[in-house]
């Protein structure tokens, strides 16, 4: 039986691989999903999948290829097997030294061979070399390397591709500017950080596709991405056609296509969807980023919350609480939190001591323990939120000779022993928002000073029974989109006191960041058509879609998860940027080609455009 | 152990469910991917996964639902079990029978309770019945229908969303016409053909990354579509931003991202990619399309020919010839069937007789039994294609009669025992090229009669050695792209006569389509360079382009399959559109809402567009 390495097979990066003792050999047949966080050494058995191998079947990451090993995957078993590597040269050591790195990791070549010429090759020369493999003498065995016992005596060096003199070597305690790494992203993704992004990008989603396809027969079904524009939605980029003056739009979401798919009797939905916003004017947004897009049909609010709890739990690169996953109505975060997406990895609520103070404005209290060492820096950034949201903001840093005896020890009865406290005073929601990032800000200030005990876990939780509508410049605007369901308590509302309803919307919320929102939708073409007429959207631009609901349309509801955030979240990057492998800059520009470029004058033509001022 | 009817967990549609005996019942927690053909029962075992289900885990098409079963599952070992069915109002028979329809298939329920008022709901209305499973009378049972052994005695109807009246029902035998079908896609999708080809689609899709991700340890990355222009490709949509007078353009396919990838240590790369091309007045095209995108690093064209056959060969929804598939050059193609996408499933082979005529310019022949019986319409087809090739054509009924008894004999020793043929003289290309297109002609005629033998199994060939360039208008043009490796063996050619020389490209056909097209690729920059003199594209406009290549890029090759061809193909279906959920008609047009539309002033003065003629 053919047998391979167990951490090679899985593409478990250098980094993760040092830190995995496994059995060194495996029977090939059997394949394994693990999953494996890159800093803590935390891996999962997500399925075992047994192949039909034939005897010496071929399988793992050197099919189809004329290396016989990645330069990650030899070990000490090896030792006197003939190898053919190929792999970019990392580092040449006393002419004599190569060190050899492919995406799976690094090993030791060796020769004395002068016809070889080590000393001369540039660095990240791309190189094919053939040798035997070598227990290396005892004193030489490194044991920070996963390829530390052995070295490969080489028998044979081709040289695959010149090189030029690049930018920037791959050297971890030298790493270029971002700006220079994305321009030249192709040299950047070879670090081992980017390599093990992209392939856990690659194992998350396969990993949710096994568990919405094998176990719970979903359909993963293409939608268009040239269409018409969604009325009351983002900013949408349009598309010239050779039809004068006609443009398509390039959706935002296929949120059309998938209620129009219920209505088709596709009732298990999904898709990884590409989607388009022209926001690139806001930080860390892409112009074009991928959705986990799921809808079913006979659902209720509890049957896709377990649905992606589970899913989430099953896939997830980073270990998460046994599902239920923990829920918040909007209200509750927001009196509680001061966000409708609260980062519960820390303590430190808000609390409504308004009965405290005779007053029917709402008072919250955020508490701190550094109150009184709070730097001139964030006493000015509050000073700020105070006029932003147009609230009283008071320190108080000595509860009982601030307030007195009474009130003091009505506070403390809520808040705890707390001695210091931020009250806030004005319109209940703004007092909220306003210590909601006052809270944020402490949690950074305290967590730098090991004051704030924080879990390293992850902590999901749902937000539910968000506003149906929101106040708008122009009248009553949608909280999530047009097409969310009332909640059916509130329906008696729709024609009276819209703006006092509430939606059967939810957001997924993952340590402080909106990871995805859904809703049980509206199948009913009258609601919907009431819905939109509040919305003072034109229901004639939608006909298709109303049509579509009143040919029969089962009650549906579904979901969006956001693909990039959830695997910076678990990758722990600083911005989505990290695990896309080719992402715009701020400003919507590709740092490689320099799109967008000016178009020809018989492209213009061709499209019926002219460019105006 | 809970058990589930394997038929249903497999979403096999009914059509093909009849034609199924599987064991009834089948332990869950074994999950096995068949692969099922809609006309013939041909199942293959892919791959069967233990997945880890607890006791009583629900799994398979009804989890999350308020729904108990699907129409199609339930079978007389439900007898006696009380169910919950969703789904459409099929048919009504005497104010007692309610045909129920899902996804899944066909159930009847029946009800005497005149509260239920079976006759006054609408076809097609969609209801919830709960109610308990009966064995239908002996005399009742339906051979023809999966659940013709039983039926649900309704103790509850409810009516989940009212049906307004509809455009078409879903009856087989009245089908309405394409565009109707088009216009209201998401009735037409409910036809079990529909489903049937959506779902294929979806599993063979899981089949290739299952095979690519977990046998072959492939990634799956996500690389943009809007980009910058790609010199010398298809025409490519464009996309005005916000940067008054720049543009980007959406990708006719990842090319450019993939080496990148390649030199970025991303070796094994694919992405069942969305891809973009202004073709919109070429028949049976659609503006945006998908390919199932591969490329790898320090690979063969053996290697990537061998990881696409077995690709296909464990993933097709039809059964394929065992690896390796047949191989031909491009000049053995046109040679010998006229064209660079033969079709093997028939016979009818072109043969070069040149030789015994005197002649420099070369002859071909194809014959054919029925050429006397040629209808003056295919006569008049003949004509006009010998006059489009600037060819001679010579039907010769009677051959010993028409070229005397030496040469007669000499040509049936090169043809057989045929009597009859057609001679084309002139360019040796245009002669092949006008053979091949009466070839396909002749088959259809010849099929139509009974007079061709057709294998029905799938031939899949690959054509090898195309040239590198065409003669186009002004100077040479690429075959494939301008990316493609040279032949090694032509590289001499390159200075002195680039038009000779032929490639590393090949494609893959099948049953005369092309569903995939590929190439080792250049990876070194000065040839790379060079190329792109010959086709006199400015090297500028790929700086980051020949930059990665430069940077110590490893030799790499891949291929592009067409998903929406190959689907088709495997479904049987017209034209791609019926393997495509919402596919735009012929000019472009989305059927559904109109689109493309016009769009606001606001956005063109956002976009810094007008509208010219």
């Keep these: 039986m053919f047998k391979r390495n167990l951490a090679t097979i899985l593409k ?51 099919t189809f290829t004329y290396r016989s090993h990645t330069c990650g995957e030899i070990r000490s078993c090896n030792i006197g097997e003939k190898v053919t590597l190929c792999g970019w040269v990392q580092f040449v050591r006393l002419s ?69 003199k690049i930018p920037f070597n791959l050297r971890e305690y030298q790493k270029p500017k971002k700006q220079l790494r994305l321009q030249y992203r192709y040299i950047d993704l070879r670090f081992p950080e980017m390599q093990y992004n992209l392939r856990q990008r690659s194992n998350m989603l396969h990993n949710m596709r096994r568990f919405l396809i094998e176990k719970h027969s979903f359909c993963e079904v293409e939608t268009p991405t040239l269409f ?27 949120q059309q296509f998938k209620q129009m798919l219920m209505s088709g009797g596709i009732d298990r939905y999904f898709q990884v969807a590409r989607c388009y ?46 599902p239920p996953f923990q829920r918040m109505t909007y209200k509750e975060a927001i009196e509680g939190y001061g966000s409708d997406k609260p980062d519960l990895t820390y303590d430190l609520k808000l609390r ?52 007195g005896e009474d009130i003091t ?108 929102g859904g809703s049980i939708r509206i199948h009913n073409t009258n609601l919907q058509e009431k819905v939109l007429k509040v919305l003072d959207i034109d229901s004639k631009k939608l006909t298709h879609f109303l049509d579509a609901l009143r040919s029969g349309c089962p009650p549906h509801g579904g979901i969006a998860l956001g693909i990039d955030r959830l695997i910076s979240i678990a990758c722990q990057t600083e911005s989505i940027r990290d695990v896309i492998a080719f992402p715009k800059s701020h400003d919507g520009k590709d740092p490689l080609s320099g799109a967008p470029n000016d178009i020809s004058d018989e492209d213009k033509k061709y499209y019926h455009i002219g460019i105006v001022n």
């Design 277 to 322: 916003r022209d926001e690139t004017t806001r930080p860390d947004r892409q112009p074009e980023f991928t959705q986990l897009d799921i809808e079913l049909s006979f659902t209720s609010l509890d049957g896709v919350l377990s649905l992606i709890e589970n899913l989430l739990y099953e896939s997830f690169i980073k270990q998460l609480p046994k």
């Design 352 to 403: 409504n001591v308004s009965h405290l103070f005779n007053d029917k404005s709402a008072f919250l209290v955020a508490y701190s323990q550094i109150l009184g060492k709070l730097s001139a820096k964030y006493r000015e950034i509050i000073n700020k939120l105070k006029n932003k949201y147009e609230v009283n903001i008071v320190f108080v840093e000595n509860l009982s000779k601030a307030l």
């Design 96 to 164: 004599k030294f190569l060190l050899l790195r492919d995406a799976y990791g690094l090993i030791q070549c060796i020769s004395t061979d002068s016809k070889f010429d080590l000393s001369s090759i540039p660095l990240e020369t791309i190189v094919k070399i053939q040798g035997t493999v070598t227990a290396r003498p005892k004193n030489m065995i490194n044991p920070t390397m996963t390829t530390g016992e052995i070295e490969v005596s080489i028998t044979d060096l081709e040289i695959l591709n010149t090189v030029d």
């Design 409 to 516: 020890s009505n506070i403390r009865h809520t808040i705890g022993r707390e001695n210091s406290c931020i009250l806030a005073l004005g319109d209940k929601e703004n007092v909220c928002l306003c210590l909601g990032e006052i809270r944020q800000m402490l949690a950074v200030l305290l967590k730098s000073k090991s004051l704030l005990s924080v879990e390293e876990t992850m902590a999901p939780l749902w937000v539910v029974e968000f506003p149906l509508f929101v106040k708008g410049e122009n009248g009553l605007e949608t909280c999530h989109h047009p097409f969310t369901s009332p909640h059916p308590d509130d329906l008696h509302l729709l024609d009276s006191d819209p703006s006092r309803m509430r939606s059967l919307a939810y957001d997924l919320v993952l340590n402080g960041n909106e990871v995805g």
């Design 12 to 62: 478990i990066p250098l980094k993760a691989q040092s830190l995995i003792s496994f059995e060194r050999k495996i029977p090939l047949n059997v394949f394994t999903v693990f999953v494996i966080t890159k800093d803590n050494f935390n891996s999962r058995l997500i399925s075992t999948t047994l192949l039909e191998s034939k005897e010496n079947e071929k399988l793992g990451s050197n």
């Design 228 to 254: 018409c524009r969604t009325p009351g939605g983002a900013r949408e980029f349009v598309v010239p056609t050779h039809h004068r003056g006609l443009f398509y739009s390039l959706v935002q979401s296929p």
